[in-house]
């Protein structure tokens, strides 16, 4: 009945070798300098020769150590057996200038580098603290007591007896991390990842001409606005009004680059609406109005309407009608239009009331999920009943759409650990392909893509694809989508999906059924207490507009 297999038992991992982090960090090193070695700084060009001219363990010490989230490090602490002597490598490093001894550390090093017991030992009998108190006692007293001295440096340097070490250049690490990923949020797990084969990449080309920075001015408005986006969230933290206000003043004159736009459109939709919430709804219509992304125009006609200026706030629902960014603001629209006309005393605009086509079905529980419970009812009509939610679809989507997927776009892919393009959630992602995708809708439509959506199944099948769980997807599954569902039908679904990726991947009824003389059903499965969500009742909405084959069932139990 599934269209999903059971689970298959995984493969063992594969064993790495020692010093697989260097090799990793190496070749990411030599791609961003490769990639953008015209975009590098004089300073930045000679710490990746000094890297490099370094001996192979000294190196791997080095990322050994900015690989991990301390600042500072305790030679005993470190224990790297494939790298020997470490104080011999840390020499060396310290000679390069890539790493330094500490001698003074800061008490916030101190209190980072100790365990409880430790610091016990350091400052119990100075300070009189009790064995039995907290760790956070514990450095709450210290610091209350010594913070703003270096009584501290004292009891540490008595204590201490080894050697700490800070590793340098971390912004420089970071630059080059941001080049060869596009963004600060890969780090080197992806390449382990790759390595012990739980995720394989397609190999599309990394091109220098496709590359996301054009010019330096590029990677520095990235780094300026993600700094921007760190004081946000400091500010949030520390509930710091006056700090808001200050980022917003910066925000609302600033001019962001391309690669840019989209996580500067993200930063001042959050921030306008803590400005909201801070009861500073002009400020915040000012912020919103600089947006291109999803809230910020509905956000707007709230705010138009409680600001009480309901004609603006009315041709902006309709703006938003003409040219709608995606499925929200449709919905939106549709609810909040109707209000304003009668805030104006206006004509009244009335919405159909959603009637869904639904089977009401009285089963006996079982100890099976619902889904199942009801693929086995509708077994007594139809040849097959699968349980495949979004999943059939979506793996069509991306199996049809592969070339135009990971076609060479600037800036789409700019590191080899990327299961879809950067610009697949933006409208750009259509716009750049559309006569592409077009054409392969085309075929869908005239009944000619079977061919390539299975030979795509078979070439690719196990790459990684953000459209499709290759776990559990069979070719069969795909074989009766194509055979059973018209294909003007699927051509509609997945125009419907382009026209808002994100949202409209998800709300797909949880069975399908095919059947050689009744052709194909979908069939939303709801539960007792369960309700229809928003993006299910789109879906729904939008097979009735298509004449779409589906059913809403709705189950109840029988009494035991």
């Known amino acids: 009945m599934p269209a999903y297999s059971d689970q298959p038992s995984a493969d063992p991992l594969p064993d790495l070798e020692p010093l697989y982090y260097l090799r990793n960090f190496d070749r990411l090193v030599h791609t961003a300098t490769e990639q953008y070695h015209d975009l590098l700084l004089e300073a930045e060009r000679r710490f990746v020769d000094t890297l490099f001219d370094t001996s192979e363990l000294a190196r791997a010490l080095y990322v050994r150590l900015v690989s991990r989230r301390a600042a500072i490090f305790r030679n ?86 080894g050697s700490l070490w800070r590793p340098l250049h971390a912004e420089k690490l970071e630059l080059l991390q941001l080049l060869f990923f596009g963004n600060r949020r890969q780090n080197l797990t992806d390449f382990v990842l790759s390595d012990l084969g739980v995720q394989t990449y397609y190999e599309y080309p990394l091109d220098r001409n496709f590359r ?29 009004l006056e700090a808001l206000l200050s980022l917003t003043n910066i925000l609302l ?70 040219d709608p960014w995606c499925e929200a603001e449709l919905d939106f629209v549709a609810l909040h239009q109707p ?22 079905l009285r089963l006996q529980a079982t100890d099976q999920r619902v889904e199942r419970e009801v693929a086995d009812h509708y077994l007594q009509r139809w040849q097959q009943v699968h349980y495949v939610e ?55 439509e005239e009944g000619r893509a079977a061919k390539r959506v299975l030979a795509n199944f078979l070439q690719y099948q196990g790459l990684s694809n953000s459209w499709i769980n290759w776990r559990y997807l069979r070719p069969e599954m795909l074989e009766q989508l194509l055979e059973h569902v018209p294909g003007q039908v699927l051509a509609a679904m997945l125009r419907r999906i382009l026209f808002d990726p994100q949202s409209n991947r998800s709300g797909l009824p949880d069975l399908i059924a095919f059947d050689p003389v009744l052709g194909y059903l979908m069939v939303e499965v709801k539960g007792p207490g369960d ?22 069932a709705w189950v109840s139990y029988e009494s035991s």
């Open 390 to 444: 979004s999943a059939l679809v979506n793996a069509l989507f991306g199996l049809l759409f592969w070339d135009e997927m990971f076609a060479p776009v600037t800036g789409a892919f700019v590191n080899p650990f990327q299961s879809a393009p950067l610009d697949m959630y933006t409208p750009d992602f259509r716009r750049v392909r559309q006569a592409a995708l077009d054409a392969r809708l085309v075929e869908l």
């Open 531 to 552: 309700q229809l969500q928003a993006n299910q009742k789109r879906w729904v909405r939008f097979f009735e507009q298509h004449q779409i084959h589906y059913e809403v």
């Open 253 to 322: 004159d600033y001019q962001p680059s391309v690669p840019t736009l989209q996580r500067f459109y993200k930063l001042i939709n959050r921030l306008a609406r803590q400005l909201e919430r801070e009861a500073l709804p002009e400020l915040a219509l000012n912020l919103y109005q600089m947006s291109a992304q999803h809230p910020a125009r509905e956000r707007s006609v709230r705010l138009l309407t409680a600001l009480d200026d309901c004609s603006t706030a009315l041709d902006l629902c309709k703006e938003i009608a003409a």
């Open 76 to 161: 005993e602490k470190l224990g790297y057996e494939e790298l020997g002597d470490l104080s011999v490598l840390a020499e060396e490093l310290a000679d390069a200038g890539l790493l330094e001894a500490v001698t003074t550390p800061t008490l916030e090093e101190v209190l980072g580098q100790c365990r409880k017991d430790e610091l016990q030992d350091m400052f119990g009998d100075q300070l009189g603290l009790a064995r039995s108190c907290s760790r956070a006692d514990l450095e709450s007293r210290i610091m209350e007591q010594l913070a703003g001295s270096d009584l501290y440096l004292k009891s540490w340097t008595d204590w201490y007896q």
């Open 339 to 360: 209000r304003l006309h009668k805030r104006l005393s206006m004509p009244a605009m009335t919405r159909r009331k959603d009637v869904f086509r639904r089977q009401d």
């Open 212 to 240: 996301l920075f054009t010019h330096r001015s590029d990677i520095e408005d990235y780094l300026q606005v993600a700094q921007l986006r760190d004081h946000y969230y400091e500010a949030m933290e520390a509930s710091d």
